[in-house]
């Protein structure tokens, strides 16, 4: 009988090796195949090109414009403090492929693949700003958001009217706002910045102040910018004893004058009338934190853009206009993401309100 128990005893664990020695080496493969994938994954990451900046205005989720299908060009925060442009569409004269028509000193629109005012869609952190009143051709709405504000600028060349929409024949033009910064501890963290500017060319004295704070998950920024201008006035060309123009301090004969009547550089060429005008900017930015995933983002704009004249036509109709042009814009957005899945809902609400004012004059 102890013979028999003996036989049973071996028969059981010859048996139940092969099982567990089945059961380790699955283990042991299950492993290697958790970390070969882990391998395969790293690499991939090392031999992906870095990115640099991520838009949004191609597809309307974050992509890397240097891979995207579509022709985008990205200005950032440093760009636009590089240019020191007077306004935002002075911001766009150096982007390749984008065209800057400026029908008065106030105005400024940008020219895409042949679409022009209307044609061309501006939005305001991913909220459209064009509505059916845009006035067609150049105009000055881009003006209506002031650059100090801007942190980015993502230009789409070429039509984006299957995402976005009416009014992008030409291409999009999305501006991102300045994020105030986020902080989750319990004590304030605040912040200021103060700049001023001013131009001899056209008399400019422009000003931006902004405020921000942040506490435990919520961040407001609040700014307030103002610029006066005046009429614009042209570089004066400095003439030698031998009356040759002086061009930056290199002797370039533009024009001779001669006694019979030849074109002639005036060198007391006077200002452009009618040109100068004033803006006033106001701006509030708030996010809160509501729950890990879960973010509430609000944003408030007042512009106001008094007296911008034009002139073009006073030559030929002797009548010139004044715009003055009066905005608020506003929206709610909750953002949140569900593993791969991204969820914004946003509502928004705007203002406009635009006068003209015609002056007409004497043929005498």
Known sequence: ??????????????????????????????????????????????????????????????????????????????????????????????????FLQKTNHGGGAPIIRGGVGPQVLILIDGVRLNSSTFRSGPNQYLNLLDPWSIGALEVLKGPGSLMYGSYAFGGVLNIRTQNPEMSYSKEWKVGARLVGKYASSDQERSGYLALTGSVMGVAIQANVAYGSFGDLRPGQPTFDSTNKILLRGKENVLYQPTTYGDLVIDPATGGQAFSGYE?????????????????????????????QGRSDQFAAKRSMRY????????????????????????????EQREKVYRRRFDAG
């Open 1 to 98: 009988m102890y013979e028999n128990a003996l036989r049973y005893l071996m028969l059981s664990l010859i048996l139940c090796y092969p099982t567990a020695s089945f059961a380790k080496a699955a283990k042991e493969s299950k492993a290697t195949k958790k970390e070969t994938r882990a391998k395969k994954r790293a690499k991939k990451r090392k031999n992906k090109p870095p990115v640099f900046q991520s838009v949004t205005v191609g597809q309307r989720a974050p992509e890397d414009p240097f891979r995207s299908a579509r022709s985008i060009s990205v200005l950032d925060r440093k760009t636009i403090e590089e240019r020191r442009p007077r306004t935002t569409p002075e911001a766009l004269q150096e982007t390749p492929g984008v």
């Open 323 to 350: 715009y003055d042009n009066w905005m608020h814009f506003g929206y709610l957005r909750l953002k949140t993401k569900f593993s791969k899945t991204r969820l914004r809902v946003t509502l928004s609400a705007q």
């Open 279 to 307: 803006n006033l900017y106001v701006g509030v930015k708030a996010k809160w934190r509501i729950a890990p995933g879960w973010k509430l983002e609000a944003l408030y704009r007042h512009t106001q853009l008094l007296n």
